[in-house]
C-alpha cells in the first residue's frame, strides 16, 4: 500500500478543502465567511485523513480567515455557512469591525514591505539627472511632496487577565501574533482558555495570552 502524502503548505490544504468542502471553501472570487467553530467541525470530519493533520489544517484556517479577501467579506447581515454553505448565522457589527480594522494593518504592513522592499537605484538616478542642469545655471526643480504613510488603527490599551477573573462569554483580547485579535472566552481548563475569535476560529491558549481592554 503506498503511503499518502501530506499537505505540507497552507495553500495545498485550503486546495484540498475547496475541493471537499466547494459550498464552504473557495480558492478564487469573494469568500463566505465561515461558522463560528468550523475548526471542530472540520477536524471530526477529516479525522481519518492522513494527509492532513490538526496542526497544519488549524494554521491554514488561519491562514485562509485573515485573507484580504475573507477580511472584505466580513459585512454586517453576511450568512456565516457551514461545511455543507447552509447559512447558521450572520456576521454582527462588532466582528465587521474587527474585520476591517485587521483588513487595515494587513494593507500597511504589506505596503511598509513593498516599500523597504524598493531599490534605491531610482534616488540615486535623479540625483545624477540634476548635476548637469546646475552646472548650466538651471533652476532647480520642486521636489515631490511624500506621500504620509497611512496611519496604522490605534489598538486598545491592554491588562493582563488572570485564570480567577476570566468568565465563558467575556470579551477579550489574545495575542498570538504580532496583533491582538479580539474573540470571546468559550471554556476555562485550568491555566488554559478556549477562545472564539471573531474571524470564526477557535483556539485554546494559556491564560498568559489572554487580556483585558482597559476603560479609558
Not at 461558522?35 to 484556517?61: V, W, Y
Not at 504589506?110 to 539627472?129: F, G, L, Q, T, V
Not at 491588562?159 to 498570538?176: I, N
Amino acid at each position: 500500500m503506498s503511503e499518502v502524502k501530506k499537505l505540507s503548505n497552507n495553500k495545498e490544504v485550503i486546495g484540498y478543502l475547496a475541493e471537499k468542502f466547494p459550498a464552504c471553501f473557495s480558492l478564487e472570487g469573494d469568500a463566505k465567511p465561515l461558522k463560528i467553530g468550523i475548526f471542530e467541525d472540520l477536524a471530526k470530519q477529516l479525522e481519518d485523513d492522513e494527509a492532513l493533520s490538526k496542526t497544519r489544517l488549524r494554521t491554514a484556517l488561519r491562514h485562509y480567515t485573515n485573507s484580504w479577501r475573507y477580511l472584505r467579506a466580513m459585512k454586517k447581515g453576511a450568512e456565516r455557512v457551514d461545511l455543507n454553505g447552509e447559512a447558521v448565522s450572520t456576521v454582527d457589527e462588532e466582528q465587521q469591525t474587527h474585520a476591517a480594522e485587521a483588513l487595515a494593518q494587513s494593507k500597511a504592513a504589506a505596503a511598509e514591505r513593498k516599500k523597504a522592499a524598493a531599490p534605491s537605484a531610482p534616488r540615486a538616478n535623479a540625483r545624477r539627472a540634476k548635476v548637469p542642469g546646475k552646472a548650466e545655471g538651471a533652476k532647480a526643480s520642486h521636489k515631490p511632496a511624500r506621500k504620509k504613510p497611512a496611519k496604522k488603527p490605534a489598538q486598545p490599551k491592554l491588562q493582563a487577565a488572570d485564570s480567577a477573573s476570566l468568565q465563558a462569554g467575556q470579551k477579550v483580547q489574545v495575542k498570538a501574533g504580532k496583533q491582538p485579535v479580539a474573540g470571546e472566552v468559550v471554556e476555562i481548563d485550568r491555566n488554559d482558555v478556549v477562545v472564539q475569535l471573531h474571524n470564526g476560529l477557535t483556539v485554546k491558549v494559556a491564560v498568559e495570552a489572554i487580556f483585558l481592554a482597559q476603560q479609558e
